[in-house]
């Protein structure tokens, strides 16, 4: 390793946070520094090219290296780097992005508000929830509930509308108001099909409902398909139910779509899929491709309305952020949306989803495979201890640690979550031979774990 490459780590180590680690942990293992990204390709620092199926973090949904998103955001930096959309300003590119996610989402959701990622993008959310609802006079309407293994970003708030223990510990959330009812994950649940799946999980909203009393309660939130807990897919109706139940409720349904939008699961959102217009639609990642941060809340007409008409209109309603509706980001997002439709990029992931899906099907054969699931280019391979019982590995053994090295080391990246399920999500720019080398490289890993002794002793 040069010189220059081990005072990169010294720095690292000494001043720079990472998000989501442990920070002695990071400070004895070091950082891998990327430096370059072609495609589905990524090189690092020490020369290594690996296959990234993970996207980055779920984000580069068009892959790296796209020339047209640099010219875009180059060409918005020499004309504007900077537009506020404080008193009254704004920008060509924002303003020509709010009106086309406006065309391409859900019927309904006609208002955005950009932010600068999914975290204030459901912060956002809560702030004009509460205020809606006060500007309604129904200032009791303030619970909110969401889903056990749900992940609504590390905000002050949303990490407690986030059900994932480290978001939680030594942080003093969850919040009072904030509530949790269990995630329709199929592979662990004892329901007899998924029309009792999704039967059950109507069950838990109404008994929370209840239990809180309707006139008490904000929103529901979910996302479409249960990313950072492990990639739970709910069966399809899943999501249409969850909707109605709401509706039925009286309650707001709020579609975390950060992960699932922009082509992951198949269509352009995972709502259109079944045919739901959630409330509030909450959006990042795949917007910007990861090229430049930026987020955005969507909500309903009536939403805006009835925040509009409950304010004085000599008084501000005091939500923004200096970035909201960035024009170089607005300018990388326009572009971005052009490479999924143009560009044919959104198709392309919707054909090698196919192989996918095939590739993930596959690999469930394997002893150390318990399930296997995905839908679009999301997918999941929860690894386990019994294959009959389903008993997770023991966490002393750190697998999810030794998972990320093997595949690393065999040129494949991918998400290794702690309670061993391994997450996949690559670009959708993916070929087929591509996607054939991601499972390939995942196999080796997986039968190279299997060699080891204290994994092997674990099966006996
Ligand atoms: N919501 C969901 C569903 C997410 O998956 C994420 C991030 O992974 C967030 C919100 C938070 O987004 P960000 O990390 O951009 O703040």
Redesign the pocket.
Known sequence: MAQSNRSLLEMDRDHLIHPVTSFRAHEARGATILQSGKGMWLTDIDGNHVLDAFAG??CVNVGYGHESIVEAAAEQMRRLPYATGYFHFGSEPAIRLAERLVSLSPEGLDHVFFTL??????DSAIRYIVHYWNALGQPSKKQCIALERG????STT?SGLTALANFHRNFDVPLKWQHHIPSPYGYRSDAADDAALIAESVGHLKAKVAELGAGNVAAFFC?PIQ??GGVIVPPVGWLKAMRDACTELGILFVA?E??TGFGRTGPLFACEAEGVSPDMM?L??GLTAGYAPM?ALLMSDEIYQGIADGASPDLAIGHGLTYSGHPVSAAVALEVLRLYDEGGILANGQNTGKRFAAGLSAIADHPLVGDTRGRGMLGAIELVADKGTKARFDPSLKLADRLFKGGYGNGVIFRAFADNIIGLAPALCCSDDEMDMIFERIRTTLDALLEEPDIRQTLA
């Open positions: 973090l779920w990622g999914g975290s204030d993008a459901v992940y609504h970003g590390s949303g996302e990313g950072s975390d950060v992960i909450t990042a990642k987020g």
